[in-house]
């Protein structure tokens, strides 16, 4: 922690989205009036919600593999000297029954430790970071984020949030539930559809139009990615990239019927993710369909900047 010129604090803060599927480590510079600049923005597939739907238990097998992921970013933080971790947990610890044990598992290991929160403030924050880059651009905004546990869908505007649901369905649950094979069958996808849409609260949607519709996390940055044919991830081409739903809707056939060695030949889609994106892009799907939706905005952000904007009103207050 240092001062600028004028006497105003400036910290290095590290947000740690330890999410259902994926592990997401963002630092960055910042002060009372907001992020100066990023310094380091990584994710790591850690599957953190392996099993957890079907018994509600983080396995042994899973503790390890989190330490060393743990770990790893504990090196990149003194790497980059920061000043404050903020690691927050969301779907699969909060359905674990053992999550206590392992935040302390991490706590003791790493000395990290580990926020787990309600799915209202997981999506309070994840709008926050969602509409930061689109200031200005609309009066309304929604948000939704496809984890791997769950999806959380926001309505507000750059002030205030007006509504915020959680859903208790994500990418891996529901490919721990239905989408077994790969491909999956005709009666698979079915009956997924079918479920996604039974799981839509149809009845907040309404607080939805007009807004300017912003998708983050790893379903839709995949997908902006494979529209546009990218060969290496460019979040510059990534954030504020549109897709209509016939958009969606081509890639999910072009993939649908590919086995997971065949969806892991694709270089936009990240090793760990073949397995569990046709998942995201049909709850994408549904969601669209839901909303009468025809064009979604993609953000690269989410939870882990909002995580950051967090720890700034404490700056400042």
């Not at 005709?186 to 996604?196: L, M, N, R, T």
């Not at 954030?239 to 065949?262: P, R, V």
Request: hydrophobic share 40%; glycine share 8%.
């Amino acid at each position: 922690m240092d001062r600028n010129g004028g006497g105003e604090c400036i910290m290095k803060i590290a947000s740690i989205d330890v999410g259902t599927n994926t592990m997401l480590l963002l630092i960055v510079e910042v002060d009372k009036n907001g992020i100066i600049q990023v310094l380091h923005d990584e994710q790591v597939i850690a599957r953190l919600g392996k099993g957890v739907d079907s018994n509600q238990i983080i396995n042994q097998e899973t503790f390890l593999r989190a330490e060393n992921f743990f770990q790893a970013y504990k090196q990149t933080c003194d790497l980059y000297a920061v000043d404050k971790i903020v690691a927050v947990g969301t779907s699969a610890l909060r359905d674990a029954k053992n999550r206590e044990e392992f935040c302390a598992y991490i706590q003791q290991k790493v000395g990290i430790t580990i926020d787990v929160i309600s799915g209202d403030e997981e999506a309070k924050w994840t709008y926050r970071g969602g509409i930061s880059e689109f200031s200005g651009q609309s009066d309304k905004y929604s948000v939704i984020d496809i984890g791997g546990g769950s999806t959380e869908i926001i309505v507000g505007n750059e002030k205030e949030i007006v509504t915020k649901t959680s859903i208790n369905i994500g990418s891996v649950r529901l490919t721990e539930r239905i989408l077994h094979q790969s491909p999956p069958e005709d009666s698979a996808i079915i009956e997924a559809h079918e479920f996604i849409l039974s799981q839509m609260p149809k009845d907040q949607f309404k607080n939805m139009s007009p807004t300017m519709t912003i998708g983050v996390a790893g379903t839709l940055t995949t997908l902006a990615s494979l529209h546009q044919h990218l060969q290496e991830y460019d979040p510059k081409k990534i954030s504020g990239y549109q897709l209509t739903y016939e958009n969606i809707c081509e890639i999910f056939a072009l993939l649908k019927d590919k086995n997971l060695e065949q969806l892991k030949l694709f270089p936009q889609i990240s090793q760990g993710r073949a397995d569990i994106l046709l998942a995201g892009i049909m709850i994408l799907m549904g969601f669209m369909e839901a909303t009468q939706l025809t064009t979604i905005t993609v953000s690269d952000r989410g939870l882990r900047y909002g995580i950051v904007y967090s720890e700034i009103e404490k700056i400042i207050y």
